[in-house]
């Protein structure tokens, strides 16, 4: 099994890439604002909490709620807030106009970078499984090409997901206060509504790299990226569960580290009396520590992660890979009867 094995070598690689590749970790860095440090973040924001309503479904209706109750309120909604301001001080549309702006301005900068940075993060992985070097500012210059169709593929992503929301959200909620029977119903309509957007998550993932690889246009990618994701569901969700485990695992050991660093300025008077300028100073400096240390995390885990599907994608779009269940289903016999 060991010349058929799959995630192994892809994993072994993956780390390697992140390693040498360090320059991956700025676009990685950044290609994270998109939520695109894998499927371990979609599934922590569709998870429900227990009781909560802080899940995307629960967030998606109380944000409709909210924006019904609050902005569009006649009695000291957001809009009536609004133009009483307005109203009262008409020279306050300006300060009202300028805000806006410079909120938007910044906000299409974020959006601008984050996709630049994700399809430097594809193009850069690709090159480095060749044992090739992407500078910075190549990778830039050529994200800027691929710039339009990678933001239509994201938005098409977002919208199914969205529209996916808004069909079966209100219906898996009232599921949920239906008693016992509505319960279980519940937890695995949850589990099937995941899977979806997991699949919308794989296609989506595979289109970007039709895009940015394969140079396709926005359909017919995202029709490839389907018909690869159709053959390949299987290794698509065990690369998916792997990747997840490492991301709690690294998650775990970070917040640990995390707390370890902060509890340093709150511990070190205990044992050494420090002059009040002194703890200051150590505090600061564990609080940058931290900072670091997630921008260390963020930048590696999602360089990495990337790095693993753009290996996978490699193998799968040449038909050479079986996935982990179906090859010990097709050995399963053999090594029984070995045994015998």
């Not at 994701?229 to 390949?232: A, E, S």
């Given at each position: 099994m060991e010349g058929t094995a799959l995630y192994r070598p892809i994993?072994?690689?993956a780390w390697l890439m992140t390693k040498k590749f360090k320059y991956l970790w700025f676009f990685g860095f950044f290609a994270t604002i998109l939520g695109s440090s894998g499927e371990y973040e979609m599934l922590m924001r569709i998870t429900p909490q227990t009781g909560k309503n802080n899940s995307v479904i629960g967030a998606t209706w109380a944000s409709f709620k909210a924006g019904l109750e609050n902005g569009l309120a006649s009695d000291?909604?957001?809009l009536t807030n609004l133009f009483s301001a307005i109203k009262a001080s008409p020279?306050?549309?300006v300060l009202v106009v300028f805000i806006f702006m410079l909120a938007l301005t910044i906000a299409l900068f974020v959006l601008w970078l984050a996709i630049i940075s994700e399809i430097g993060l594809i193009r850069g992985t690709a090159w480095a499984s060749k044992n090739k070097k992407l500078t910075i500012t190549n990778g830039v210059d050529f994200a800027v090409t691929k710039f339009w169709p990678v933001l239509a593929a994201n938005a098409l992503m977002k919208l199914a997901v969205f529209i996916l929301f808004i069909i079966?959200?209100?219906e898996i909620l009232?599921?949920?206060a239906q008693g016992p029977t509505g319960t279980i119903i519940y937890y695995v309509s949850f589990v099937i509504f995941a899977l979806i957007v997991f699949a919308i998550s794989f296609v989506s993932r595979y289109q970007l790299y039709y895009i940015v690889i394969g140079k396709q246009k926005v359909l017919p990618a995202l029709k490839s990226?389907?018909?690869l994701?159709?053959?390949?569901w299987l290794i698509s969700y065990e690369m998916a569960f792997i990747l997840l485990v490492l991301s709690l695992l690294i998650t775990a050991i970070g917040v640990f580290a995390g707390l370890a660093i902060l509890s340093i300025p709150i511990n070190l008077p205990v044992f050494f009396p420090l002059e009040p300028w002194l703890g200051m100073i150590i505090a600061l400096i564990s609080i940058l520590a931290v900072l670091a240390l997630n921008f260390f995390i963020a930048?590696?885990?999602t360089t990495f992660q990337w790095s693993c599907w753009t290996l996978l994608f490699d193998n799968i779009d040449k038909g050479q890979s079986i996935s982990k269940i179906t090859r010990t289903a097709q050995d399963l016999p053999t090594y029984i009867l070995n045994k015998k």
């Open positions: 994993l072994k690689k000291g909604g957001l020279q306050s549309i079966v959200g209100w009232f599921l949920s990226g389907w018909q994701f159709r053959k390949n930048a590696g885990l």
